[in-house]
């Protein structure tokens, strides 16, 4: 109990607040797209076969809500000591860290793909990737428990203003594997011309763009704020969003891949470079006897991935019913997504 006969878990700084309420906020879009996401993901799971882009998607989804319900409980629990706290507060940094890793690598194994596996590009994204693995595992040393009273839960922030590099490190590769996706976009419409928004919803460049804005904006939070003193926690204000939203985008961009996860997945759908080939659904209007029967021949220039499974293919089943007299009219049809 405080001076003020009030307890501490009520005694808050307005930066403490919003971090905790900005923590909510987290857990929420955290619970939300997972729910949203089950069904792909079960159905990515009936696939037969594994990849590292496969591991890595499930790992992904696993450890984001362990780690921030294991989190929330420091957060939220006003009946946690300090001394308690001193053998906690490093979990997070360290668990963000590695949930980092995780999304960072598959960025560099989708660029390598969609770049047609070139040297160059898995090189540069390659450096990257252990540049920002190495640096999060050093800035982690550096992080301090926040000196919060008893009740008002626990934190971890950085000990100095140059550990903000911890998460400038991911910034600059997410920011490569934006540009990287862009420029494959805009140079695909040498074959065919799309409008912007198609452009950005067939290629997912939304979700590097929203990847790269969440990083940008934590990180200026961490280099530019500056702290009222040492219990205020701002300079991690944005933390758990980041690491939320950089989670789900990244899954978001798993399950948006065309053709098998194996090799990081096509990049173009199949047909593209001739519109006038590509998977075909047949089906026969007519089966009464008597009557011709009619065959469409459809083209399909869109699909939503590679790895459907069988259970996910009867709208482009084949009807195998034919009768032995009977005029067949083939239609074929190019559906796009400038359409």
Not at 29 to 40: F, G, K, N
Not at 102 to 124: K, N, Q
Not at 144 to 161: E, F, H, I, K
Not at 182 to 203: E, G, H, T
Request: aromatic share 8%.
């Amino acid at each position: 109990m405080s001076l003020h006969g009030l307890p501490n878990s009520l005694l808050m700084s307005p930066h403490l607040i919003a971090h905790k309420y900005i923590f909510v906020c987290s857990l929420t879009v955290a619970a939300w797209d997972t729910l949203v996401l089950s069904r792909r993901t079960l159905r990515l799971m009936r696939t037969g076969e594994w990849s590292i882009l496969k591991v890595l998607s499930y790992f992904l989804r696993a450890l984001m809500p362990i780690e921030f319900a294991l989190v929330a409980i420091g957060v939220f629990d006003t009946k946690l000591s300090q001394s308690s706290c001193q053998n906690f507060f490093l979990f997070e940094p360290i668990c963000t860290a590695v949930l980092l890793a995780a999304a960072s690598a598959v960025h560099v194994i989708r660029i390598y793909a969609i770049y047609d596996h070139s040297l160059a590009v898995l090189i540069g994204m390659g450096s990257l990737f252990v540049v920002q693995v190495v640096v999060t595992a050093i800035c982690c040393a550096f992080y301090q428990r926040v000196p919060l009273l008893d009740g008002q839960g626990c934190m971890a922030g950085p000990t100095s203003n140059w550990v903000g590099i911890y998460w400038l490190a991911p910034t600059l590769l997410y920011t490569a594997s934006a540009v990287l996706a862009v420029m494959r976009s805009v140079n695909s419409l040498q074959k065919k011309k799309l409008s912007a928004w198609n452009l950005i919803i067939r290629d997912s460049l939304n979700l590097y763009g929203v990847i790269l804005m969440v990083n940008m904006v934590n990180m200026l939070l961490g280099f530019i704020v500056k702290p009222e003193n040492d219990a205020d926690p701002i300079k991690t204000i944005a933390a758990s969003m980041t690491a939320v939203l950089t989670t789900t985008h990244t899954l978001r961009i798993v399950l948006s891949i065309r053709g098998s996860l194996r090799h990081g997945g096509l990049f173009l759908p199949p047909g593209w470079a001739d519109p006038t080939k590509g998977p075909r659904a047949t089906h026969i209007l007519a089966a009464r006897p008597g009557l011709p029967s009619v065959t469409l021949d459809i083209t399909r220039g869109k699909q939503e991935s590679g790895w459907a499974t069988d259970n996910d293919k009867d709208s482009e089943s084949r009807i195998a019913r034919e009768p032995e007299v009977g005029v067949k009219i083939t239609v074929d049809q190019e559906i796009g997504y400038d359409e």
